[in-house]
C-alpha cells in the first residue's frame, strides 16, 4: 500500500510552442503547474514456477495539463487497474500484464486526452542454446486527442520481433523488427507512429 503526492511543471514546449504551418499554437504561457495525489495497492504472489500480481490505484490532479492548445483542467481523477503474470517453463518464458483506466475529466465526465481504457502486453521468449527469440504483441484501445472528446483515435496492435545471439561469453548479436505488420496508428493525431524497423546491434561486454 503506497500513497504520494507529485508537482509537475509545465515544460517549455507546453508554454511557448509557437503554431506551424497553418496549425495554431501549442504553448500557452498561462498555464498552471498540475499537483495530484495518488494511491495504490497491490497484491502478488508466486506458485511454483509462476508469479501473479493485482493492482489497483487512484490519482487525483488538480491543473492537469492537456489538449491542443496547452491547457489546465481544473479537476481530473484515474481510477486503474493491472493484473500481471509470468512464468518459465523449461526454456520457455512468459511474461503479460493487462491494464485498465478510467481517466476522466470530474467536472465534464469527458476522458482524458491521449489515454487508452486498455492497454495489453505480452511476451513470449525462447532460449535455443546460445540464441533467444522473442515475440511482443502490444495493444491499446482507442483515445480522444481533445478535451471535449471530439478527435477519436482508433485502437491498435502492434507485433514485434527479437533475436539474441552470444558468439562469445562476452558478445552478442541482437535484431529486431518492430511493427513486423507495418501497422499505421496515431497516439497523437497528426503524428503517425514508426512503421516497419530494422536494427541490427552488435555488442561486448566487459565482467
Known amino acids: 500500500l503506497s500513497y504520494g503526492t507529485a508537482f509537475k511543471a509545465p515544460s517549455f514546449n507546453q508554454l511557448y510552442y509557437p503554431g506551424v504551418d497553418g496549425f495554431p499554437g501549442y504553448g500557452n504561457p498561462n ?21 501473479w500480481g493485482m493492482n489497483l490505484y487512484q490519482t487525483k490532479v488538480t491543473d492537469l495539463i492537456g489538449g491542443y492548445p496547452a491547457q489546465n483542467i ?18 520457455w518464458q512468459l511474461q503479460s500484464n493487462v491494464s485498465w483506466l478510467n481517466p476522466k475529466n470530474t467536472e465534464t465526465d469527458k476522458l482524458l486526452p491521449r489515454r487508452a481504457e486498455q492497454m495489453a502486453n505480452l511476451a513470449l521468449s525462447r532460449q535455443f542454446s546460445q540464441t533467444t527469440l522473442t515475440v511482443e504483441l502490444s495493444a ?26 552470444r558468439f562469445a561469453k562476452n558478445g552478442w548479436v541482437r535484431a529486431k523488427i518492430d511493427n513486423v505488420f507495418d501497422k499505421n ?21 566487459k565482467k
Open 140 to 165: 491499446q484501445g482507442k483515445r480522444y486527442d481533445d478535451v471535449a472528446n471530439t478527435n477519436k483515435l482508433g485502437g491498435y496492435s502492434v507485433l514485434n520481433l527479437h533475436t539474441e545471439y
Open 31 to 51: 498555464l498552471n503547474p498540475e499537483k495530484s495525489k495518488s494511491w495504490e495497492l497491490g497484491i502478488s504472489g508466486k506458485y511454483k514456477t509462476f508469479n
Open 74 to 91: 481544473n479537476k481530473a481523477k484515474m481510477n486503474g487497474a493491472e493484473i500481471s503474470f509470468d512464468t518459465h517453463l523449461d526454456r
Open 185 to 205: 496508428y496515431e497516439v497523437v493525431k497528426h503524428y503517425e507512429m514508426p512503421g516497419r524497423t530494422f536494427m541490427l546491434q552488435i555488442g561486448f561486454e
